[in-house]
T-cell receptor, first 117, second 113 residues
Framework: AQTVTQSQPEMSVQEAETVTLSCTYD???????LFWYKQPPSRQMILVIR??????QNATENRFSVNFQKAAKSFSLKISDSQLGDAAMYFC??????????????FGKGTKLTVNP | DSGVTQTPKHLITATGQRVTLRCSPR?????VYWYQQSLDQGLQFLIQ???????AKGNILERFSAQQFPDLHSELNLSSLELGDSALYFCASSARDSFTEAFFGQGTRLTVV
């Protein structure tokens, strides 16, 4: 079974600074997808960024980028120019590729990000 | 707005009771997933339906059941409720292609007293 580990329960960053959230995962599959979801106090789960395992290029979405190291099974999220609205719980998630039996998401425990003004 | 609708938003009920949570997926999405989020267990996958059929089962208790109807909405039934069932229950939906993320509803906060 796949597992996802987020080793940082809490992180803080100053507004306008850069922060990196860590995520490692364990799998024997070669094809899969990785995601970062954000959960603000409103509790809505919002997709931040996604990465296909077969793509070597790291995904980028505006101020959010990932560092995907497939061999190391590492998938970190970098938030640049942090804003107060970035404060939330961030969850790393794994999904098997189609044909594996289920497209369920396996989540890490989350990292609570605080942004200080 | 994700396009996934969950009702009710909040539910308070007593131990031993039965409740039904409802989910309407995004238009056109055939897959529906149910997740439970609690402080001690985190986000746990419960069950997935695809076009009316059960596709995958996770850590779902026998007291819990779900179904997906012909109009693709889904219901999660929780019975013989215990205090430990108090949690946030999310529904998510996705199209079944190679790279479509799951879109989440706003969740139902269940409190068992």
């Amino acid at each position: 079974a796949q597992t996802v580990t987020q080793s940082q329960p809490e992180m803080s960053v100053q507004e306008a600074e850069t922060v990196t959230l860590s995520c490692t995962y364990d799998t024997s599959e070669s094809d899969y997808y990785l995601f970062w979801y954000k959960q603000p106090p409103s509790r809505q789960m919002i997709l931040v960024i996604r990465q296909e395992a077969y793509k070597q290029q790291n995904a980028t979405e505006n101020r959010f980028s990932v560092n995907f190291q497939k061999a190391a099974k590492s998938f970190s999220l970098k938030i640049s120019d942090s804003q107060l609205g970035d404060a939330a719980m961030y969850f790393c998630a794994y999904r098997s590729a189609l044909g594996s039996g289920s497209e369920k998401l396996v989540f890490g425990k989350g990292t609570k990000l605080t942004v200080n003004p | 707005d994700s396009g996934v609708t969950q009702t009710p938003k909040h539910l308070i009920t007593a131990t031993g009771q039965r409740v039904t949570l409802r989910c309407s997926p995004r238009s056109g999405d055939l897959s529906v997933y149910w997740y439970q989020q609690s402080l001690d267990q985190g986000l746990q996958f419960l069950i997935q339906y695809y076009n009316g059929e059960e596709r995958a089962k996770g850590n779902i208790l026998e007291r819990f059941s779900a179904q997906q109807f012909p109009d693709l909405h889904s219901e999660l039934n929780l019975s013989s409720l215990e205090l430990g069932d108090s949690a946030l229950y999310f529904c998510a939906s996705s199209a079944r292609d190679s790279f479509t993320e799951a879109f989440f509803g706003q969740g139902t906060r269940l409190t068992v007293v």
